[in-house]
């Protein structure tokens, strides 16, 4: 007793008064209401992560795909939620609610502002990487996909199945289906079909007030803006039912690289009338980027003009040689493969078995700041020239012009179809990405990307300046971190991302969830929030 008095008592005491101020705490709240709610012990800990947890750091570095936000400075989530049921989603979103935390919900954490695990208020994540089933039915050529899959998960499931069927995502094998489906999706099919967004005809959502939901229940108008109007603001959606599309069993896929010195300005000039007329089966684009030139010590910038045709070489050679004799393309630039494997062409990788297609870490990772822009009139060469001359700066050592052709089904498309408003009359859609590998230097790089932005200006679309959601840019303006948006304030950037639909996404999210539980920097505000 004399022991317990003068030896463990006053640790007993701290500890339990430890237990008792977090308990105080909104966390311990949290944390209490979660763990009453998710009573099985043993799947407790697979999917409650709180920063005490010795895995809690690799669960969430697991998906960071921009490093850039994943420093020690960088806000942490005081908990990750990895449900494995779907009452785990909406014990997480009853007890964030009632408790004070902020919830991100994150799929593939392939956003590029980080949004889906970086908050400046108190936060958890919703990590979906335990919902990732994709269910293939050839018969009906559909998909249940649950959003934790990422593309390549889907890709193979699809190509395991069937060599005759496809879906119309984005080239990055390891991008989360979650977060790609909630802005979009578009990649080397969508001349031929569209967008991914286009393809859905079903989901299973959770809405704020924990209802699951389907397309039925939720009603058209809300499954309208789940198809593009951005993640984290409607509710979490679960799994996606998507139509496949037609893909031959063998594709053509084919990179001609051209630097500053064999007429890459005048070639790209040209690729800009062409590319969004040739046919729909024919998909190109053009990645500029610095690269070592022939003299020794010197450097160059490089467009790579790479093309996906849904046939064959010998078709594919007569059409080009009609269409854009200017880029020369012969058989030897070309490769035959099958859809699947044209992923892993496009994604950067060498060809291989397609398992890789499952490999979540199969891309490096680095730290990066994007930007997009729409061009629905030709630059002229002076233009070009300029910007291919910025890539010739230092801080573009890492730096990619990604310029991808539109037209095909994309002009076919109504502009209110789907959020996703920018279809007919878009020549091509350019990212820009610089990376670095010092966070030291960050904002040097970050001030180069902002002036080719600048400079871009007089070369794109404007009134408004459109920008794909896909890819945010914290750049154009941020919801309030507390409390309320004004639509004003929203329309900033609202309707770069959306144009005239972001006024129907602020009616609908004012419907489903007044009181703004699902938000992040960029999400559709409602009218009246907290
Ligand atoms: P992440 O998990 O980070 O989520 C992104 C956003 O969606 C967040 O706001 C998140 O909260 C929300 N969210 C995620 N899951 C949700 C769910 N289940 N329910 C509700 N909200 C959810 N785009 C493109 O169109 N074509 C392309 O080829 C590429 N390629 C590409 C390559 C690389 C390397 C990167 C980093 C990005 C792309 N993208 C792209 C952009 C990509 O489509 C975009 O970043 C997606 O939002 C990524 O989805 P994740 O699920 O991976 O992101």
């Known amino acids: 007793m004399k022991f317990l008095q003068f030896s463990v008592l006053p640790f007993l005491i701290v500890i339990l008064s430890l237990i008792g101020a977090t308990l105080a ?39 960071i795909q921009n490093t850039r936000f994943s420093t020690p400075t960088t806000p942490k989530p005081y908990a990750i939620i990895t449900p494995r049921k779907t009452s785990h989603v909406q014990s997480t979103i009853y007890c964030s609610k009632n408790h004070g ?3 991100r919900i994150r799929s593939g954490g392939h956003d590029v502002e980080g949004v889906s695990y970086v908050s400046q208020v108190p936060f958890v994540i919703l990590d979906l990487v335990n919902f990732r089933a994709v269910k293939v039915d050839t018969k009906n050529e559909v998909v249940w996909v649950q959003s934790g899959a990422t593309t390549g998960e889907l890709y193979y499931g699809i190509a395991s199945k069937t060599q005759t069927l496809g ?18 999706g578009f990649g080397i099919l969508g001349r031929k079909y569209g967008l991914a967004a286009d393809y859905i005809i079903d989901a299973k959502l959770i809405d704020a007030n924990g209802r699951i939901l389907n397309r039925k229940s939720m009603g058209e108008d809300l499954f309208w803006a789940i198809r593009g109007g951005g993640g984290n603001t409607f509710g979490v959606v679960l799994a996606w039912k998507i139509k496949l599309v037609p893909v031959p069993p063998v594709v053509t896929v084919f990179t001609v690289n051209k630097n500053l010195e064999q007429n890459a300005t005048k070639i790209f000039h040209r690729w800009q009338y062409v590319a969004h007329k040739l046919p729909n089966d024919l998909f190109t684009a053009v990645w500029i980027m610095k690269v070592n030139s022939s003299q020794v010590g010197n450097k160059t910038v490089q467009a790579g003009f790479r093309g996906m045709f849904l046939g064959g070489v010998d078709e594919l050679i007569p059409l080009i040689q009609h269409e854009f004799p200017e880029l020369g393309l012969t058989k030897e630039n070309c490769t035959q493969m099958s859809w699947v494997q044209s992923i892993l062409y496009f994604g950067g990788l060498p060809i291989q078995p397609v398992e890789i297609l499952l490999n979540r870490n199969a891309l ?24 291919m001359n910025m890539f ?38 350019s990212t820009y990405i610089v990376q670095w590998t010092n966070e030291e230097d960050a904002g040097t ?15 794109v679309s404007k009134s408004p300046r459109e920008a794909y959601y896909n890819y945010k840019d914290l750049d154009l303006g941020t919801n309030n971190v507390n409390g309320y948006t004004s639509y004003e304030q929203a329309s900033v950037w609202g309707l770069k991302y959306f144009k005239n639909n972001f006024k129907r996404l602020v009616q609908i999210k004012t419907m489903i969830d007044p009181m703004n539980f699902f938000r992040n920097e960029q999400s559709v505000p409602p009218l009246w929030s907290p």
């Open 101 to 103: 935390f902020q919830l």
């Open 392 to 429: 010739l700066e230092e801080e573009a050592d890492f730096a990619i012009a990604m310029i991808e052709a539109f037209g095909g089904k994309m002009d076919e498309i109504q502009e209110n179809e789907l959020p996703y408003p920018h279809r007919a009359g878009i020549l091509f859609e």
């Open 167 to 184: 879906f119309p995502a984005g080239i990055c094998h390891t991008i989360g289906i979650g977060g790609h489906l909630s802005g979009g």
């Open 25 to 63: 705490h909104p966390y311990g709240d949290f944390l209490h209401c979660l763990s009453l709610r998710i009573s099985n012990s043993s799947t407790t800990s697979k999917v409650i992560y709180t920063q005490n947890n010795p895995s809690y750091s690799s669960v969430l570095n697991a998906s």
């Open 445 to 459: 790089y970050i001030n180069w990307i902002r002036r080719l932005y600048s400079y871009m200006a007089s070369y």
């Open 364 to 387: 490096p990772r680095s730290s990066l700041k994007a930007k997009t822009d729409f061009v629905k009139e030709p630059m002229p060469e002076t233009g070009i020239e300029g910007f």
